[in-house]
């Protein structure tokens, strides 16, 4: 993958790239602070994030309470003893709404925009909530059809918050920025299963005395963040990579300037605003000349467009590769077992000895607790460490959590009562499991996700990702409460060797994606379109335009990086080309 431009021309790149970086300043909380504006829009986003975690983690006190189960039927049965298998439903119908949710939401994005898309999702997500409402009459019928509808809004919110995140954020905080989703999700999950644990008490604890009002509460509170979000939202600012693909330039930089605090002619502005552009206008041409049928931006260009786009991900080696990453991440981080532990933790602390359901509540509601405080360091420093250690970690943690809650469990299966301490001690390893899953794959796995995609197809590509991870999700949900009953060590075991194989597919396949343009990715995945006579046509336009001049600091140079078309495509790709000697 060397420079395609001779010495003088690399260090040309090289001095560039270590001018921009001086400009960028460090990475981590200083970087937070100075990006204020940046940081506060994805707070905000990140509500999103929050409704994920609190519909994830709502469901699990909900079905350990009598109330809620007398409405239920075989799907939840009060009886531990009973069959499992449509409990599992209940649960695992909403990722399997959130999967669809996520396939749809990628033309989604696409055609409405970030930031539109958002609030269609919010609506949905409203509807399901309502639906749900309804169960107090409708049973079991209307929870499945709440919950499906619900996880079609989650599903499409849990893709493009990452997505708008990641796009309006410069490169030195927008691991910290992605990772603040997996921190709002930690929250929404932690608030959850106190509210949880609160509202248990409404009316008793006892199937005789509990009031509805016990289970109803904590599902129709989803919806004040979901009007937050909605309302907020639409004073949001666009993604300006979104406005740059659907020609709003002027727009764009405008944008651009606002978020980062800097006028509009800045050179930081301006070199920004023109690796968007490039990217763009090369990638619509690779539309054209491929797709000539498809070059028109329509809606329904546009949505036979995202199967050719995911169709073009397998096709070459460069973009498999990326879908690998993306897809098989996704596939480890369900596999871990985070899942089981957070829609079944009551089912499974009562299993580990802790009988009485306000005390597994308790257990549950500090499952929360810690994997909030765990998730801090990851989006202050996520971006200094990178990803790949960090991963890797915390997978040889979480795993070594799993086998040893096995040996406890299987020693100890029988004897909880007389020996109160092994079950305390198994306890306790599930919360560490959870602690080493909040600072690692629990961030990370999404940061992935959300950077490992060039711009025409980072919906696509994050579509496909996310949509891994709920259909693993669905099927852990559907699986979990069987695997309890019919082999409750060897479920433990099983998420600890699929636990340790990811973190050897991270450390032996994963490359490092710290501190990179999103366009640079390119480089790492061994881009294509960076043949030789590519490189010398595009050093040509860039000096014909002024875009050389300009990347050296020249007088006069804005005008013709403001001005120039398709031709900075060259620049990004040859400084890149030369950075990735040094990756």
Known sequence: ?????????????????????????????????????????????????????YNQGMFSGVLAMPAFQKHMGEYDPIDPNASQTKKGWLTAILELG??????????????????????????????????????????HETILAGRFITGMGVGSLAMIVPIYNSEVAPPEVRGSLVALQQLAICFGIMISFWIDYGTNYIGGTKLETQSDAAWLVPICLQLAPALILFFGMMFMPFSPRWLIHHGREAEARKVLSNLRGLSQDHELVELEFLEIKAQSLF???????????????????????????IKKLFQTKAMF??????????????WSGINAVLYYAPQIFKQLGLGDNTTSLLATGVVGIVMFIATVPAVLWIDRVGRKPVLTIGALGMATCHIIIAVIVAKNIDQWETHKAAGWAAVAMVWLFVIHFGYS??????????????????????????????????????????????????????????????AAFIWFFVPETKRLTLEEMDIIFGSEGTAQADNERMEEINAEIGLTQFLRGDSGANHGAATGSDTGYGAEKEKGEHYAEHV
């Open 1 to 53: 993958m060397g420079g395609g431009g001779g010495s003088g021309a690399a260090g040309f790149y090289d001095a560039a790239l270590q001018r921009r970086e001086a400009m960028m300043g460090k990475s981590g909380p200083a970087a937070l602070v100075k990006n204020f504006r940046v940081f506060s829009i994805a707070c905000f986003a990140c509500i999103g994030g929050v409704l994920y975690g």
């Open 441 to 502: 794959w629990g961030p990370c796995a999404w940061i992935i996700v959300a950077e490992i995609w060039p711009l025409s197809t980072r919906p696509y590509g994050v579509a496909l990702g996310a949509s891994s991870n709920w259909m693993n999700n669905f099927i852990v949900g559907q699986v979990t409460p069987d695997m309890l009953n019919a082999i409750p060590y060897g479920t433990y075991i099983i998420f600890g060797v699929l636990t340790y194989m990811g």
């Open 98 to 139: 959130a999967w669809l949710g996520t396939l749809l939401s990628g033309f989604m994005a696409e055609v409405l925009s970030r930031k539109y898309g958002v609030l269609v999702a919010c609506l949905v997500f409203m509807l399901g909530v309502v639906i749900q409402a309804t169960s107090i009459s409708g049973g």
């Open 321 to 334: 590769r990326r879908v690998i990453v993306a897809t098989v991440t996704m596939f480890f981080q369900q």
């Open 283 to 309: 990638e619509k041409r690779s539309v054209a000349e491929l797709f000539p049928e498809l070059r028109e931006q329509t809606a329904w260009n546009i949505f036979k467009l995202q199967f050719v786009a």
